[in-house]
């Protein structure tokens, strides 16, 4: 009902993940307390200590225990002595899948005080929707004549109607609540099967959602766009692995790793979905209370965007950008305060509102 709390299951993880994810729940303490929304948060100990005693990076009905909730909040996972395969793929591609997160949005944006790599102060205010659960990343293929000098791989790329339809609907939708401009990256003069089939879905999809039209833009001349002009473009829409890429290449053009959020989301909100900073577990800092909160923070707003809280989402976001103009911010960035410092800065700023 309109006055039960909603449910959130918090998962730290390893590394900065147990740093970053207090600051975080200390800002959303503060502005959920100003906006009267009321959250619940189940902790859950998962990852690689986990691992480490149970063999697992979650227990078995650990998927069953996060369908209860309304939303997973997530720091990070990944140790140096355990296999990337087995964290990611005992805990992240599981819930990814299981959850039918379909979308991976990824803002990247300009802050305040916060240097990108271009000769140029042009803020850049994008918005890149990466399909998460089909395309490139399929299981469908296999290796033959190993070993043998005919030796073979075969991946097949696999697009769905519904697939492409329902990722482009997203992403004209949130064109649609922008600038109206949506990008499409494609490679339909190379891939000539799959990606024509992409540009078609997502060309009728916009047109359907009354968008005036779609630019549909092939991968390697985008590419160069991101550098040259990432100013013209609003919402990026891209298939798993050009999503991937992209993603990469547009938070490289903002600034530091450490305050790139992302969501997975499972718009129609039959399942949770899931919010994590783009960053690992960085266990080169980790244990040192330096950790950039940024990323895990501004995750937390968009966690609160997608559970109806738009305004205290963007008094939150509003509220670290003005710390950073204030020229307070951690080390990556060039600054001197730990991570307490910022967040308390935060906290503050949060309190004192608008
Ligand atoms: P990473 O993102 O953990 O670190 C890369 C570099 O950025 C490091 O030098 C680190 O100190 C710095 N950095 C990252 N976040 C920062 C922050 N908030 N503040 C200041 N500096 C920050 O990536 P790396 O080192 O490749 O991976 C470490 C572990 O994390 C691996 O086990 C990897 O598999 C895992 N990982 C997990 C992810 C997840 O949980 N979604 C995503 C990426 C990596
Ligand atoms: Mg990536």
Redesign the pocket.
Known sequence: SENSPQRIAVVA?????QE?MPAALACLDAVTERHGIRLEYTHLDWGSDFYREHGSMMPADGLDELSRHDAIF???????D?P?TE??WG??IPIRRAFDQYVNLRPVRTLPGVPGPLATDRPIDMMIVRENTEGEYSEIGGRLYRGRPQEAAVQETVFTRLGVSRVARYAADLALSRSGRLTSATKSNGIIHTMPFWDEIVAETAAASGLGGVDSVLVDALAARFVLQPWSLDVVVASNLLGDILSDLGSALTG????AP?ANLNPEGIHPSLF???????????GKG???????IWTAAMMLDHLGHRAAAAEQIAAFERVLDAGIC???LGGTAS?AEFTDAVVREIRRGE
């Open positions: 993880g390893d590394g900065i993940g970053v997530l720091g990070a996972v990944g140790a140096p355990i990337d964290t990611l805990l992240l530091s790793i450490g305050v992302s994590e900073p783009v960053h690992g577990s960085a266990p080169d800092i980790a330096i950790a950039n909160p940024i990323g895990q951690t080390g990556d991570t």
